[in-house]
Every structure is written in C-alpha cells, then in structure tokens.
C-alpha cells in the first residue's frame, strides 16, 4: 500500500504548508485580540494566583491531559522543576500523563476514566493544585479526576475550548479557549502555562 502523501509534489508540499500556516496566523490574530478580553484576562490571572500561592504555601502542582494535552502536561512539569527563564530552587510538579505502566495498567484494570483520577488520589493532598487539560472538555478521565481533586480539597484549574463550559461548577478556575481548533487551542493552554511558570521565574528573584 502506497504512503498517503508517497506521491505528492513538493509545489503541492509547499502550498499546503504555506495555506496552513496562513490560517494559523490569521486564527492568532483572532486570538490575540480575543484573549485580551478583561473577564478572560481575570480568570487566567485568578488561576495563576492560586498554582503560584500553592507552591509558594508548600504544595505541588500536577497535570494532567490526553494525547497532545500530554504533552503540553510534561512541558509544564518539566518549567516547574527545571526552570522557564531564570534559575531558581526546582518546585514540585507531576505530570500524571508520564507513566506509560501506570496509563495502561490502570486502564487496564479500572477503566481508562481512571487513569488519571487514581494519580490523582495517591499524590495530591489539600492545598495542591490540579491543572486539568481537555481542548473538549469533555474526556472522562479529566472529568472524572476533577471531581476527585475537588473532594480532597486541591485546587481545580481546567482548561478548555469552546464547548468546555460544562465543566464551569466542577472547578475552581475554568479558562475556556474562544476557539474550536485543537491546535490552535493547545497553543493557548500552553501560553497561559508559560506565564504562569514565567512569574514563578521572575518573582524567584525577589526572594
């Protein structure tokens, strides 16, 4: 069986590139002016308040997401005990998306909506935060963990899409993407998360 794109030209290769990547820009310039928005801005900075004054207080911070979201998860992780800009002490962050054994055993064994909530279960403790990523808002093993997190008393900051405003009374900080497009609503998550690890990096200067 031939590859799907074994026989395409690169003028073909080219012009797809250049048209997704136009759309891309143009969906950012959407974006940009969308994201300014005052009651948006609030919330973002509400969350942030709460993940910073978490570890500021001693607790840890974990995430969570599937697919794509994942990944953005171990980016995440990786700012808080590494660094984003400046070099500071390493702060506790778990991405409970890494363990391979722990997805596929609990899935195996609980179901695949728990694969997150168990994580959740055996490491958080009150006064943590859980940042939740679901560009649908809608998979269960975000939804499922969220509830958990809530009962124990940790921090529930979800972020989502359009489409996500379900979740509004089953978290503590919802920040809701005003996009439909996966990417381009992954980019945001990973945005907001940037700024809040950047002003962990620069107010590690003032200590």
């Known amino acids: 069986m031939a590859h799907p794109i074994e026989d395409v030209t690169p003028d073909a290769i080219g012009a797809a590139t250049t048209a997704q990547l136009d759309a891309g820009i143009d969906a950012w310039l959407h974006l940009a002016e969308a994201l300014r928005e005052p009651e948006l801005l609030a919330q973002v900075r509400a969350a942030g308040e709460a993940l910073v004054s978490s570890l500021a207080a001693g607790g840890k911070v974990l995430v969570a997401g599937n697919g794509g979201s994942a990944a953005i998860a171990s980016h995440v992780a990786a700012e808080f005990i590494g660094k984003c800009i400046h070099d500071r002490a390493p702060l506790p962050a778990v991405n409970l998306a890494e363990s391979l054994s722990s997805i596929t055993a609990i899935g195996n064994d609980y179901g695949y909506e728990h694969v997150f909530d168990r994580g959740v279960r055996a490491l958080a403790r009150p006064g943590d935060v859980y ?20 009962e124990m008393g940790v921090t529930t900051i979800a972020m989502t899409g359009l489409g996500g405003e379900h979740l509004r009374d089953a978290v503590d900080h919802l920040l809701v993407v005003p ?29």
């Not at 990417?183 to 002003?199: F, G, K, N, T």
């Open 131 to 150: 940042v939740a990523m679901s560009t649908s808002g809608r998979s269960a093993n975000i939804v499922q963990s969220v509830a958990t997190a809530r």
């Open 179 to 207: 996009s439909v497009q996966t990417p381009r609503i992954q980019e945001v998550h990973m945005l907001w998360a940037h700024a809040w690890c950047e002003a962990v990096d620069v107010l590690s200067l003032r200590s």
